[in-house]
């Protein structure tokens, strides 16, 4: 059984058990919590998808941890006038792990 959710303007698959890295969410740690933006719920072959979510459907999630990416490097130059500027950025992400799909 698996499920496609929404969050943080991406999209998701998802099944129960698996551990997944969506963008930063205000939650505390081990607080349980739902997504309820489900568009696609597939229950051994037999699929149900939204328009563009499914009514009452969701799948319940607990926060592990939160935690910021690899830095990415932004560099700009130009080559005769001796411009360049170096810049950094560190996103912030949230590791949940899925426990149950309700559909």
């Known amino acids: 059984m698996y499920a496609v959710i929404q969050t943080g303007g991406k999209q998701y ?3 129960e058990g698996e551990i997944l890295r969506v963008e930063l969410l205000e ?5 349980a919590f739902t997504f309820d933006r489900v568009l ?3 229950n051994e072959g037999e699929l149900k998808v939204g ?4 009514e009452g ?6 926060v592990i941890c939160h ?5 990415v490097f932004i560099f700009k130059k130009k080559r ?3 411009y360049q500027r170096t810049q950094g950025h560190r ?8 426990t149950g799909i309700q559909a």
Not at 27 to 31: A, F, G, I, M, V
Not at 51 to 54: A, D, E, I, V
Not at 67 to 71: E, L, S
Request: no cysteine.
């Open 51 to 54: 328009k563009p979510t499914l």
């Open 27 to 31: 939650k505390e740690l081990k607080e």
């Open 91 to 98: 996103q912030g992400y949230t590791e949940v792990r899925i």
């Open 57 to 62: 459907a969701t799948v319940s999630a607990e």
């Open 40 to 42: 696609l719920v597939d």
């Open 80 to 82: 005769t006038t001796t």
């Open 67 to 71: 935690d910021r990416r690899k830095k």
């Open 13 to 15: 698959r998802v099944a």
